[in-house]
């Protein structure tokens, strides 16, 4: 059963065990996820040269592969690392960032899941979309839908690939097989500090490194996200002091707070 | 008639339609521009693989190219996406970061310009003389010469390629023909925080996605980013906690504080 | 004699010289080091591309060269403008960051150590140790070591290239040759805030472009690091907030702060 416990015993593992979590990520998020696994308690590497990709898979406890800004040779380092990874039986997550707004980049992220190596998709409502029906509207990254309307995408996302689907939104949905688990924290400011859903994905990875109940693993991470936004948007000027005053709360969070706010739904 | 008004009811504009902006922009920047592009009200999106950049501006009603940190790849990317602008018909902003630096970013500029498919060229006065001067010092990316001493390289370049050019400095200077718009607010910490030419040159390209008249739009960035800057020099402790109050500000601006404070030259 | 007076005069320097400082740097840290670079009152450049990076090491006054996201391309452009900044004369600061982590990282921090054109590595204990001794393991980019622990492997890499090593940790650690010089200074969210280590080499290098005493050079840097962390550990609510005071006070460091704080060892 995912509760409050859950998140509070995740954390705290986290924050004792410090996991490597590997990241081929986008340009844009890299500086802001480094910095949340950090204030989580993770420790964050980043690495794309084919070079050195399979090596720094070996030593992580958990993958992050995020398509954000894409490219050929980036796209390689993803299939080798997420090879890697499942040889090594670490969990992969996976942020199909923009899928549906470019036919290059719902393809890459089709090829990813198709491959069998994820074991959490993370995205916003049309990219989730976006993975099993053609002809989704997307603006650029953001999303146009809300995460309820992806709930039907989600469970035949998890049942065709035995993956857990997590859906950002106003409500967070977390989805396997027929499991689910709502999270209702969080903050309107949210979807206007660039970043966030890749921080969502990064916090997922670290989550699932601790736990091998993945759909409680991205639960818990979403329970975090939504925690420390809500709190940030308590003292805050703007989507830039949100952004420090997020990251800071991250580190911050307490079992008393996690206990006290969780909106479990 | 440029005025207050114009920067109020673009400004609200760019609030009620989030135009797409797509912007193939330098590594040390993106953070800072998709930040600047969400505070605005606009939806910032990075792309630069050609796989997909035509697309993404098919999507987009303002492109922004900037050569902060090119490479051939990258300039492909540019010219591709120039290209398909220019047959949708929507304004690309260039920014020519550190054109007189070296001989492969004055060459590279010059060149993008000289496609004829630039809406705004948007630069220091260092970098707007580079690319019609021969033999231009500059310091990297640091301007070393005054707004005003590039006015009549500004001219030129906008009688030669019909294009407006926006040249940043104390004073900020538009110009288009022989019309000209300064703009007199800002704050001397502004040149401290790394990005923020780059961020006037995407918000150049928000406010061209919501106005057709160019000089105007280019007037508008420059006075939401002096009078962003003004307000944030009210309340900071040094360059980061200015960074953190200007993208507040960005945010937070309302139609009073335009109308009290914009200073137009 | 390095002294509290060493630093307030090479900062003052810095300040009314503002060196320009060529980065090659990875794109986690591009952003944070820009601007700790300004904040310090230097002017950064960051620049990769083959068909430029000579000219643009020609026009500065310090290289950085760090591997944090290494790939092929880029330590090509790396080499290139290491032998530049030799035939210049001009110091070139190393920072092999993650070496001992992948084998492709550890090889090419030492091909790049054994070019004999780096006057300072500038690392954490794990990889300054990685340069030296087979099998160090070191967990991602994150020391698992003291600065005191890799005192042995910094004199053995002085002596045998002629070179000034910096080790940062809670003690910081300058040697050459014989000599060491210790700083004290400094506070513990400094780990939890991605890119310090980065952000210190920069900084290094900004202090020797003005000071070709590189022992003072590189120890000047670790002070201003440190005493700008140890202030902005005063005002902080976590890492975020953290990050922010620290560059508020990088440009804020008077000679009465520097003169009442420093702890040299």
Redesign the interface.
Known sequence: MFSSETVISDLNKIRSQ?P?V?NIT???????T??AL??IGA???????L??VE??VK??SAVVINI?????AWVEAMVRAMETAAEKKIPVVLDPV?AG?????TETARYLVGTGQTAIIRGNASEIKALVEAGTRT????SLESSQAALEASYQLSKKFGVVVSVSGPVDYVVKDADIIGVANGHPLM?????LGCTATALTAAFAAINPDYLQAAAGAMAVMGLAGELAGES??????F??????????LSDKEISARLKIK
Chains 1, 2, 3 share one sequence.
């Not at 986008?26 to 802001?32: E, K």
């Not at 707004?101 to 980049?105: E, K, L, Q």
């Open positions: 410090a490597l590997h986008n340009y844009v998020a890299m500086n802001i480094a910095n950090l204030s420790s964050p590497v980043m690495a794309h040269a070079e050195e090596d720094m030593l992580a954000g800004t894409l490219s050929p923009g707004a470019t036919s290059y980049r603006k650029g990254v953001d979807p206007l500090v660039t970043g805050c000027a703007g989507p830039a002091s952004q420090v005053a997020f990251l800071d709360w991250l580190y911050r």
